[in-house]
């Protein structure tokens, strides 16, 4: 009997050894993460209760995704109406050659998309279409040399990290062709200009080794505006959450689309 019961302790203790030293992985995983970008990252639309004045939320992939993998470090920078330069100049502080993961979503911001979506809103549809055409043609002429600059000062910056770069959603379900608010045509203009946007990121994401782009147009299908569960927000009050993603697009899209890019 003592034989044995010694031999059971030493399994206990045995375990719990393991479960010191090899339990807890994502505790012990030593993932430095830093969560950069513009609203999209930072959760507008996602809670009314935001954090700061860069209305991060609780609610945000970058905080879903800390929480559930247990990150040794979380550094959540990304801020709301932020460009490239922006990023540059006051997300990048906690970037080092230990940071092993960030995140990223920007580009909207830099080819004023936000301005667009108010012309549309506000505009007549011929209005609305030559603001999206404009914002495309300044997506493929100029954000390339802005996203590349911000690519390599992220990369100079945290060597060794591995760069989720996530798109943007399409709006509107254009099979629904009865949906209220702004017309048909200006919902494929809007649809399409994202489709530009993520197509001139895409690109650039391309050039630069251990950086992966993540495509999060499929993971809206079904839930676009004029869908019966929109994961997103059409005109709203307050007026910034407007063309964002809810609470679920944020936790039922976007966190699994980084998931499957980390």
């Known amino acids: 009997m003592r034989r044995s019961a010694l031999?059971?302790?030493?399994?206990?203790?045995a375990a719990g050894a393991a479960i010191t030293l090899g339990g807890a992985p994502a505790q012990a995983s030593g993932v430095n993460y830093v969560a950069l970008g513009d609203s999209y990252s930072a959760g507008v639309g996602s809670t009314s209760?935001?954090?700061n004045s860069c209305d991060q939320s609780t609610a945000a992939y970058p905080y879903l995704y800390s929480k559930a993998a247990g990150v040794s470090s979380f550094s959540f920078e990304a801020c709301t109406g932020a460009t490239a330069p922006d990023i540059e100049s006051s997300q990048m502080g906690p970037l080092n050659s230990g940071t092993t993961l960030v995140s990223l979503t920007d580009g909207g911001n830099d080819v004023g998309f936000s301005d667009v979506m108010?012309?549309?809103?506000l505009d007549s549809t011929s209005t609305c279409q030559s603001a999206v055409a404009g914002a495309e043609n300044e997506a493929k002429t100029q954000l390339p040399a802005i996203l590349d600059t911000l690519y390599s000062d992220i990369r100079s910056k945290a060597p060794n990290a591995h760069v989720v770069v996530i798109g943007y959603p399409e709006f509107y379900d254009l099979s629904k062709t009865s949906c209220v608010g702004l017309s048909q045509a200006d919902h494929t203009a809007l649809d399409q200009g994202s489709d530009t946007l993520d197509s001139v990121i895409a690109a650039e994401v391309a050039k630069y080794s251990n950086f992966t782009f993540e495509d999060v147009r499929?993971?809206?299908s079904g839930h676009e505006l004029c869908d019966s569960s929109e994961w997103l927000h059409s005109v709203t009050w307050p007026i910034s959450d407007s063309y964002h993603p809810t609470a679920s697009g944020q936790s039922g899209a976007y966190l699994p689309v980084f998931e499957?890019?980390?």
């Open 7 to 13: 031999l059971a302790a030493a399994v206990s203790l």
């Open 49 to 51: 209760d935001y954090l």
């Open 118 to 121: 108010e012309t549309c809103v």
């Open 218 to 220: 499929g993971a809206f």
């Open 260 to 262: 499957s890019g980390v």
